[in-house]
């Protein structure tokens, strides 16, 4: 187990520094345009590609660095570039690590290479969970997968929404309930390969924020995948939906056992989650950083009443409460992710607390930079009202900040959640 530090080591700094190159020469140039544009920015998916960064194994090596600082680095540097570009190039992670965390050694193998693609010809995937009535009450989901013993096949049916990546990717991820009655504990995930028939993409959204982020429904129609295609296999689902079956027999939901309850540890989805939303906490850390940083800058160079504006205690006390919350959703954020790699018990969902921190940092600090740039700040001419714009987001998705927040209280309380 790595200890907890708050430095990062020579190697680091030598990849942090790689990356904010990227992202202040390739990233933050091509931000204005792309997200005037609201389409996916493939070319710079391919300039990231060619260098290394758009790739498994970079971000394979990064989530398994023991000091947990490796991910939340990448996030932050890319964030800071343009959080619509960024996540145009990380959306295919969150469909990688749900096979890598779910999916045998072959499916894996099988899979995520697709989901890249190679510089030459990059690809994208999506992660498809939510859906139009089961959106923060993700056990309410309706899409379904059910089994034709017959040919080996899974058919699935449903209409999944606000898919990143949506109908554009080369593989979906989709989960699917394979048994109702027992709420999330009769969720499975399936691998939809490229040109499945039946999976089709509905209305693309038109966004706030994050345009650079191709977001879009998918409908999936008597979709049919193989067998294989069901991440980590028929038996190890056969025994977790028994498992399930007989909790509920026994007078139990047979749904999700919550982070505070009886079984406060073992549930793995809750796990995954704590463990997953540091990495978007430092997402928001980056936009953050991002407008602080021209805020800094405006405030010593715009001059009114004869001196710059900073020289004013109300625009220099706002600054220094930015930097203050910065670096204290950075350490949240750090802690967390160090606690995730070290399977640390995450006993009081600090996954979620640094999420929330962060993101609400991110909309607050976004907010206070476009007063400090006055009537600047409200125009296109300056990138604080993009940040702003995209910071929105963060408090929105990975879970919005009231379901941080029931998390972390019912945690810290062991109520159950649901
Ligand atoms: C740009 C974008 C990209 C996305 N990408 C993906 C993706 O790739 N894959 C995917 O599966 N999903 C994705 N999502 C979906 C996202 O995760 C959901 O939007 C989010 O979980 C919230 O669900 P909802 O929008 O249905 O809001 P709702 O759940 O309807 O919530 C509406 C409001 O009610 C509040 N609320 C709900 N329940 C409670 C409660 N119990 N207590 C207090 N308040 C509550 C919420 O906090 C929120 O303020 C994306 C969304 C967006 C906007």
Not at 94 to 102: D, E, H, Q
Not at 194 to 201: A, K, M, V, W, Y
Not at 310 to 337: E, K, P, Y
Request: net charge negative; proline share 5%.
């Amino acid at each position: 187990m790595a200890e907890f530090t708050m430095e990062l080591n020579d190697e680091q700094k030598e990849v942090r520094d790689w990356l904010h190159g990227f992202a202040a020469d390739v990233i933050r140039p091509a931000a204005a345009e792309w997200d005037e544009r609201e389409e996916t920015p493939w070319p710079v998916i391919q300039e990231a590609a060619k260098i290394g960064i758009y790739s498994l194994d970079f971000y394979a090596q990064q989530y398994f660095d023991p000091t947990g600082l490796g991910i939340p680095m990448v996030m932050e540097e890319l964030f800071w570039g343009d959080a619509g570009i960024a996540l145009s190039i990380v959306g295919t992670g969150l469909a990688a690590v749900g096979v890598l965390t779910n999916g045998t050694d072959e499916q894996i193998g099988t899979w995520i290479p697709q989901m890249y693609g190679d510089p030459n010809d990059v690809k994208v995937a999506a992660f498809c969970s939510s859906e139009p009535d089961a959106g923060s009450d993700v056990a309410s989901m309706r899409t379904r997968a059910v089994y034709d013993e017959a040919k080996d096949e899974w058919v699935i049916n449903g209409t999944k929404t606000w898919v990143t990546n949506g109908g554009i990717a080369n593989v979906h991820v989709v989960v699917a309930s394979v048994d109702p009655e027992l709420g999330s504990r009769g969720h499975a995930s399936f691998i939809v390969p490229p040109n499945t028939p039946g999976l089709s993409q509905g209305q693309k959204f038109k966004k706030h924020g994050i345009r650079a982020s191709h977001t879009a429904e998918v409908i999936l129609d008597n979709v049919r995948v193989p067998g294989s295609c069901l991440l980590g296999g028929k038996e190890k689902l056969d025994e977790r939906l028994a498992r399930a079956r007989e909790r509920l027999r026994k007078g139990g939901t047979g749904s999700s056992s919550p982070a505070g309850s009886r079984e406060r540890g073992k549930n793995a989805a809750m796990a995954t989650f704590e463990a997953s939303r540091p990495a978007v906490g430092a997402m928001a850390v980056g936009t953050a950083r991002a407008a602080y940083e021209i805020a800094l800058d405006y405030a010593k160079t715009r001059e009114q009443f004869g001196r710059p504006i900073i020289d004013n205690q109300g625009v220099a006390f706002q600054l220094a409460d930015m930097r203050t919350r910065i670096d204290a959703a950075r350490l949240l954020v750090w802690r967390a992710s160090w606690m995730a790699v070290n399977g640390k018990p995450f006993t009081a969902a600090e996954g979620s607390m640094s999420k929330l921190f962060a993101s609400e940092t991110a909309k607050k600090v976004t907010a206070q930079a476009i007063q400090i740039l006055g009537g600047n700040g409200y125009t296109r001419e300056y990138p604080v009202e993009r940040m702003h714009r995209d910071a929105a987001i963060y408090t929105i998705f990975e879970g919005t900040s009231e379901i941080q927040r029931l998390v972390i209280a019912r945690t810290l309380s062991g109520m159950p959640i649901r």
